[in-house]
C-alpha cells in the first residue's frame, strides 16, 4: 500500500476501498437451505424416492458426481446451466429452490399438479415454482 494525499484520489469510491480477497473458490457448497429441504418434502414423493431415481438416472450422473464431490462439471453435462445455480440436498439435485425430477417420476409429479384444477398457464406456472427438468415446458 502506497500513500496518496487526499488531492490525488480521483476515483476514491466505495469499490475501489474494498479489500480484495486473495482467492475465490470455483465452486461453493452452501449450507442447507430449510425451504430447500422442505420444499423436496411436499411433493407427492418422498425424498427417498427422488434421491433413489436421480442416482439412477443416466442424464444427470455426471453432474451428480461433481455435486458429491465439489468438482466442476462440463456444461453439457449440466444442461448448459451455470454450476452454481445447483446444488444436492439429502441426494436430491436441487436448481435454486426446484427440485429435479428424474424421467421416471415425472408423470406422478403432473398427475399431482394436475389434481390441482388450474388452468394450464397456472398449472405451468406452479409446476416452474417447484420442480425442474430440461425441456419442462414440452411436458
Known amino acids: 500500500i502506497k500513500f ?3 488531492r ?17 473458490p470455483e465452486y461453493v457448497v452452501e449450507e442447507v437451505d430449510l425451504l430447500e429441504v422442505n420444499m423436496i418434502e411436499t411433493l407427492p414423493l418422498t425424498v427417498g424416492d427422488l434421491a433413489k431415481s436421480t442416482a439412477a438416472d443416466p442424464t444427470v450422473k455426471v ?3 461433481g455435486l458429491k464431490n465439489g468438482k466442476t462439471v462440463e456444461a453439457r453435462e449440466r444442461f448448459g446451466i451455470d454450476q452454481n445455480e445447483f446444488a444436492l440436498q439429502q441426494g436430491c439435485i436441487m436448481r435454486g429452490i426446484r ?14 399438479l394436475h389434481s390441482t384444477h388450474f388452468g394450464s398457464t397456472r398449472l405451468k406456472s406452479l409446476a416452474r415454482g417447484y420442480v425442474w427438468w ?6
Not at 490525488?8 to 475465490?24: G, K, M
Not at 427440485?99 to 399431482?112: C, D, G, I, S, T
Not at 430440461?134 to 411436458?139: H, L, N
Request: net charge negative; no cysteine; glycine share 0%.
Open 4 to 6: 496518496r494525499p487526499t
Open 8 to 24: 490525488e484520489h480521483y476515483n476514491a469510491d466505495a469499490f475501489s476501498r474494498l479489500p480484495v480477497s486473495a482467492q475465490t
Open 63 to 65: 453432474l451428480l458426481q
Open 99 to 112: 427440485v429435479y425430477v428424474p424421467p421416471e417420476l415425472r408423470q406422478n409429479v403432473l398427475a399431482e
Open 134 to 139: 430440461e425441456r419442462i415446458d414440452k411436458d
